[in-house]
T-cell receptor, first 114, second 107 residues
Framework: KAGVTQTPRYLIKTRGQQVTLSCSPI?????VSWYQQTPGQGLQFLFE???????NKGNFPGRFSGRQFSNSRSEMNVSTLELGDSALYLC?????????????FGQGTRLTVV | TQLLEQSPQFLSIQEGENLTVYCNSS?????LQWYRQEPGEGPVLLVT?????EVKKLKRLTFQFGDARKDSSLHITAAQTGDTGLYLC???????FGKGTRLHILP
C-alpha cells in the first residue's frame, strides 16, 4: 500500500513569506501528526489531528497552524517565515489515536528560509 | 516538562562490535518507542515497550524498558553497516522525542 506522501519535498522561501505543506496519510489512517526536525532541537511535535479535530498542540508560536480535511489529508501553514523555521517538516499517520499504534512517517518537506 | 535524554549523542564503531545506547528521563512514561531514521527518510518504528522491565528482541537488537518506566536501552549485537542511522526514542503518544543517537558503523 502507498505510504505517507508529503509535498513538496523541497522548498525555498524568503523571510516574511508564508508556506503551506501537504500530507496525505496512508489510506484508512485518521490520525496525522506534524513535527519539525532540526539538528539543534531534534524532532519537535507541532500538532496532531484526528477526524478533522486538533487533539494536541506543541509549544510553537501561532504562526504555525494546521488543518485536516474530511479525507484525512492534512496541511500545515507557517506564516511570516523566519530564518529559524528552516527545518525538515515531517508528518506521521496512524490508524487510530492509541499510543501504542504504529505511526508511519513520510519523507518530509525540507524547508529553507533565506 | 517531560524530557527524553539520549546518550551518547554520536557513536562510531567497527562492524562486528556490540553497542548500547540509552534513553533516560526523570518522568514516568506509559510506553516508549524506538525509531531509526536514515538520511532523506522519515523515522521508522522499531519497537514499542509498554511494561516496566520488559525486554524485546528484534534479531540482533535488544530493547529494554526500565522497571520504573523512566528509561530504556537499545543493545545491538555484532553491528552491521546497515545499522547506521539516527536512533530516536519517543514517549507519550509520540509527542516527546529524544534528540537521538547518531550511529555510524564502519566497515
Amino acid at each position: 500500500k502507498a505510504g505517507v506522501t508529503q509535498t513538496p519535498r523541497y522548498l525555498i522561501k524568503t523571510r516574511g513569506q508564508q508556506v503551506t505543506l501537504s500530507c496525505s496519510p496512508i489510506s484508512g489512517h485518521r490520525s496525522v501528526s506534524w513535527y519539525q526536525q532540526t539538528p539543534g532541537q531534534g524532532l519537535q511535535f507541532l500538532f496532531e489531528y484526528f477526524s478533522e479535530t486538533q487533539r494536541n498542540k506543541g509549544n510553537f508560536p501561532g504562526r504555525f497552524s494546521g488543518r485536516q480535511f474530511s479525507n484525512s489529508r492534512s496541511e500545515m501553514n507557517v506564516s511570516t517565515l523566519e530564518l529559524g523555521d528552516s527545518a525538515l517538516y515531517l508528518c506521521a499517520s496512524s490508524r487510530q489515536i492509541d499510543p501504542n499504534t504504529e505511526a508511519f512517517f513520510g519523507q518530509g518537506t525540507r524547508l529553507t528560509v533565506v | 516538562t517531560q524530557l527524553l535524554e539520549q546518550s551518547p549523542q554520536f557513536l562510531s564503531i567497527q562492524e562486528g562490535e556490540n553497542l548500547t545506547v540509552y534513553c533516560n528521563s526523570s518522568s514516568v512514561f506509559s510506553s516508549l518507542q524506538w525509531y531509526r531514521q536514515e538520511p532523506g527518510e522519515g523515522p521508522v518504528l522499531l519497537v514499542t515497550v509498554v511494561t516496566g522491565g520488559e525486554v524485546k528482541k528484534l534479531k540482533r537488537l535488544t530493547f529494554q524498558f526500565g522497571d520504573a518506566r523512566k528509561d530504556s536501552s537499545l543493545h545491538i549485537t555484532a553491528a552491521q553497516t546497515g545499522d547506521t542511522g539516527l536512533y530516536l526514542c519517543a514517549g507519550d503518544d509520540k509527542i516527546i522525542f529524544g534528540k537521538g543517537t547518531r550511529l555510524h558503523i564502519l566497515p
